[in-house]
């Protein structure tokens, strides 16, 4: 984990943490949001893509493969073309367009295949068994894991250099990597580390009832990027024992978490970004343990994991917003 945040800082956006006293009153808690939608590629997936190809070209590989519903499959089209490697990547046919618009823009064969990782992953393999390119796994893959850890890791060190050490920290969880990065950085903390997962698209909170990975079939969501049929089986092995718990959250609390972001923040986040506020809130409200240790505000640290939204998408959810800001008025 250390070793991919050094060799990331001066390859990737520091990424500001920021903050907004109506987010902390309806929180009941500091709340310091990591703005990982300003990261290069607009997500946190850059710094686990960069890491892994960077490696992989270093070892004088010529091309890559990946398989993403989005985020991954940009950061390592992008990462590919700075290191002037082939890029081949697999997307669901029902794939985001926007993201496959910014997959291809950076130069990467685009592969549409399916709509599950299990359909995704046999041609991934299937190319990479073709042009003898390594397979860069969005979930499985440990380079993708420490790199996008060290998101988690600069947002641990900014806070705790403005004085206010987080007690909490919360990620979305798609195939895992992130939440298990996460729960690398804070080892050694004392943190407390929450994966949130949509309702229906909650591979690992069953996974941790079951005692292994286990696959369910993703049920409708805005949140695109965390709809995988399982969490992967690296993550899985690194959170099992770490992470605190997994908070479920409903469509309605994504949706009203990055309309907050959006009317308070200014910050325009994709819903599957936004999960990691709505969890945080969640928590808050079922939580009333309070201020911590003798009085201190509790300190919540949330990834906003990525800003690669559809315009039509970002139009309905503030449409809707707007409608409810009117009617309650």
């Known amino acids: 984990m250390t070793a991919a945040a050094r060799w990331l800082d001066v390859r990737v956006l520091r990424t500001p943490l920021l903050c907004s006293p109506a987010i902390d009153r309806l929180a009941g808690a500091r709340v310091l949001l990591k703005a990982e939608n300003l990261q290069t590629g607009g997500s946190y997936k850059m710094r686990g893509g960069l890491y ?3 490696r992989l070209a270093a070892a004088g590989h010529r091309g890559v493969v ?7 499959a940009v950061a390592v089209a992008l990462a590919a073309r700075r290191y002037e490697l082939a890029a081949t990547v697999v997307l669901p046919v029902d794939a985001a367009p926007t993201k496959i618009a910014r997959v291809r823009a950076a130069g990467a064969r685009v592969v549409l295949a399916g709509t599950t990782v299990a359909e995704r992953l046999a041609v991934a393999s299937r190319i990479s068994d073709e042009t003898g390119h390594p397979v860069v796994d969005a979930y499985d893959h440990p380079d993708v894991v420490a790199g996008q850890g060290s998101a988690s890791l600069e947002l641990i060190e900014d806070a705790e250099r403005a004085g206010s050490p987080v007690d909490v920290l919360v990620l979305p ?3 895992g990597g992130g939440v298990a990065g996460a729960c690398l950085a804070a080892a050694g903390r004392p943190i407390e580390v929450y994966g949130v997962e949509p309702v229906g698209c909650d591979s690992l909170a069953r996974s941790l009832a079951a005692g292994r990975p286990t696959p369910v079939r993703p049920a409708p969501t805005i949140a695109d990027g965390l709809r995988p049929a399982c969490v992967g089986e690296l ?8 992470l605190r718990r997994v908070i479920r959250v409903t469509e309605e609390e994504i949706a009203d978490a990055f309309q907050l972001l959006l009317l308070e923040l200014k910050v325009l986040v994709e ?7 709505a969890g945080a809130l969640r928590l808050a409200a079922g939580d009333a ?3 911590i240790d003798g ?4 300190t919540v640290g949330v990834v906003l994991t990525g800003g690669n939204v559809d315009a039509e998408l970002v139009a309905r959810l503030a449409t809707a917003a707007r409608m409810r800001e009117e009617v309650a008025a």
């Open 52 to 54: 892994a190809v960077g």
């Open 66 to 72: 990946a398989q993403s519903t989005g985020n991954h």
């Open 173 to 175: 969880v798609g195939g």
């Open 235 to 242: 993550p899985f092995a690194i959170v099992r024992d770490r």
């Open 271 to 277: 819903p599957s970004g936004a999960a990691g506020l």
């Open 289 to 291: 343990s309070g201020p």
């Open 295 to 298: 009085g201190r505000q509790r």
